[in-house]
């Protein structure tokens, strides 16, 4: 089980490396709010991926890609980035002295919506499952399917890697945050994170009608 979660974290802070919009939110909130603020994005950001992982280990995808509940999932992100985009280039610029966290449930609330619209998690978790499913160490199977125990053990793990990776992004954001400001003072990083996040709405509407 502990092997299941080690290797199950380390897939996911790996797989959460890209700049997708948690990472994006993260980066913008430590800028514009504070440290403190941006942790409980990233929490609230990294726990769709037990959602995700949960209904990947067990068996959803069993169900025909072309149900119409893949078809839902696929058009969810495209209105919460496009919200996500108009938020960012209506906010205040970046200060160099950021106030008070004000409410923490903001952020953390901006995390679990955000994370919640990547429907791509439950193909790819499938895909991590089934492979460690059948993986084996030694002559013990690395994911005992007969014990329950071990999904939640996967689920947990995908959580906590893309947790741990956002946390990174946090550190390294606020222990850069003078220079990052020196280059994107004023409302040019919220233009910035608002372009990338109607960006991937954009791309996301492409790959729905394609």
Excluded at 4 to 11: Q, T
Excluded at 42 to 62: D, F, R
């Amino acid at each position: 089980m502990l092997l299941l979660f080690f290797i199950v974290c380390i897939i996911s802070f790996a797989g959460s490396i890209h700049p997708g919009s948690v990472n994006l939110a993260v980066v913008q909130t430590t800028l514009s709010q504070s440290k403190r603020a941006a942790v409980w994005l990233a929490l609230g950001g990294s726990l769709p991926e037990i959602a995700y992982s949960s209904l990947a280990a067990g068996g959803l995808m069993l169900i025909p890609t072309d149900s119409n509940w893949m078809i839902v999932l696929a058009y969810v992100p495209i209105p919460v980035l496009l919200g996500a985009g108009i938020a960012s280039f209506r906010q205040k610029p970046v200060v160099i002295n950021p106030s008070s966290d004000g409410g923490l449930s903001l952020p953390f609330w901006k995390g679990v919506v955000l994370g919640s619209t990547n429907p791509q998690l439950l193909p790819f978790w499938s895909a991590v499952w089934l492979y460690l499913s059948r993986a084996t160490i030694g002559s013990h199977m690395l994911v005992p399917m007969s014990q329950s125990a071990s999904q939640w053990v996967f689920a947990l793990g995908t959580a906590t890697g893309a947790f741990g990776l956002l946390i990174v992004v946090v550190w390294l954001t606020h222990r850069h945050r003078q220079r990052i400001v020196q280059y994107l003072n004023g409302p040019w990083i919220n233009r910035l994170t608002g372009a990338l996040f109607i960006g991937m709405a954009l791309w996301q509407t492409i790959q729905v009608l394609v």
